[in-house]
Structure formats: C-alpha cells, structure tokens
T-cell receptor, first 112, second 114 residues
Framework: AQSVTQLDSQVPVFEEAPVELRCNYS??????LFWYVQNPNQGLQLLLK??????LVKGINGFEAEFNKSQTSFHLRKPSVHISDTAEYFC??????????FGSGTKLNVKP | ETGVTQTPRHLVMGMTNKKSLKCEQH?????MYWYKQSAKKPLELMFV???????ENNSVPSRFSPECPNSSHLFLHLHTLQPEDSALYLC?????????????FGPGTRLTVL
C-alpha cells in the first residue's frame, strides 16, 4: 500500500526567506515521488519528480527536493521565495500501475 | 491546443439536470484519469482508462458515468447529482505503465450543484 502525508496544511513565510514543505510517504515498493503546484482554480503543474538515481532533484522555478529513503521523506525546498510562489503544493507517490496517491496539500502563503 | 484541455471551465446545475464534462489531451498519451478535488480533502481518483478501457472505478456512485471513445478524449456524464458533488473535477493523462512518468493535468471544471 502507498500513502502520502503532508504535515503542514499552511506555511506562512516572508518574501526572500527560505522555505521547506514536508512530505512523508509510505510505500512497499521503490517509490516514484512527485511535487505538483496548483494555483487557484487551475490544474496541477509538475514541479519536479524523483524516479531513480541522484537523491537531490531540481525542478522548475528554483525548487528542489531530496529523497531520503531512511526517513521516507521527500521534502520540497526553495532558498528564497517570491510572492508569485503563493499557491498550494501537493506531494504524490506513484507506482508502476500509474496510480498516484496525493497528499492533502500545503498552502504556501508568501508575505511581502 | 496543447496539453490537456477541459470544458466547460465552470458549470452550475440542478439536481435533476444531465450534463457532461469533456477532456481532451494533445500529448499522445494512452491513459486518462478523472479526479475529484473537494475543499480540505486530498485528490480523489475516480476513474482510470488505459487504451480506452476502464481499468479502475474507485467506488464512484453511478450518477457519474465516464466515457472514453478514444485515447485522446474522456467524458464524465452527470445526472441526478447531489450538492455534495460540488467540487473541482480534474482530468489528467499519462503514458500507461511507463515507470515514473508524471500525469499531466487539465485546468479543471468547477462544478456547483444546487
């Protein structure tokens, strides 16, 4: 069975500060891990993904995430956020059967 | 058109109406999905289609009826819905069984049931 936990439902942060959005997963097989971003009344856009290889994955808009097998985590980070990063972020775990399990989302609120 | 498109973007319907949501993908994928996104709940997978064949129905009520005439088009037919069915309905597509391939999402249809 697979599942995803996003511990923080909301994360407020000031502009230009660093941010980390937490994601923990449960998977009985090697996981494929994804981070998506959603703006209001829009679909989900892929930020980055981990399949195999290097555990530090870089994505679009300056975001990166690190796969940590021992801690079953895939936290998303950005060293300096912008107002335009305000959105909801979803972590997901996928399997070989194309089934995705999404977390409940984290709303990032970047303040000026 | 590029990516995944959905129409209409907004829909208001009464409980006795019949309506349909349309999804089209221009990515050459062979798998398509319907998700329901309600406030304060994780995305709920509703249906999965692989090469036009339904491979998953996640215990969705029969008032939701999917149709996949080809690998590029996906419909969700709605009838006698309930107010609790109000949500954002998202369509997605991907390559089937391509390990690690992401799903590409459309912009969604915001459905309000009165």
């Amino acid at each position: 069975a697979q599942s995803v936990t996003q511990l923080d439902s909301q994360v407020p942060v000031f502009e230009e500060a660093p941010v980390e959005l937490r994601c923990n997963y449960s998977s009985s097989v090697p996981p494929y891990l994804f981070w998506y971003v959603q703006n209001p009344n829009q679909g989900l856009q892929l930020l980055l993904k981990y399949t195999t290889g290097a555990t530090l994955v870089k994505g679009i808009n300056g975001f990166e995430a690190e796969f940590n097998k021992s801690q079953t985590s895939f936290h998303l980070r950005k060293p300096s956020v912008h107002i335009s990063d305000t959105a909801e972020y979803f972590c997901a775990v996928g399997n070989n059967f194309n089934k995705f399990y999404f977390g409940s989302g984290t709303k990032l609120n970047v303040k000026p | 058109e590029t990516g995944v498109t959905q129409t209409p973007r907004h829909l208001v319907m009464g409980m006795t109406n019949k309506k349909s949501l349309k999804c089209e993908q221009h990515l050459g994928h062979n798998a398509m999905y319907w998700y329901k996104q309600s406030a304060k709940k994780p995305l709920e997978l509703m249906f999965v289609y692989n090469f036009k064949e339904q491979t998953e129905n996640n215990s969705v009520p029969s008032r939701f009826s999917p149709e996949c005439p080809n690998s590029s088009h996906l419909f969700l037919h709605l009838h006698t819905l309930q107010p609790e069915d109000s949500a954002l309905y998202l369509c997605a597509s991907s390559q089937w069984r391509a390990s690690g391939n992401e799903q590409f999402f459309g912009p969604g249809t915001r459905l309000t049931v009165l």
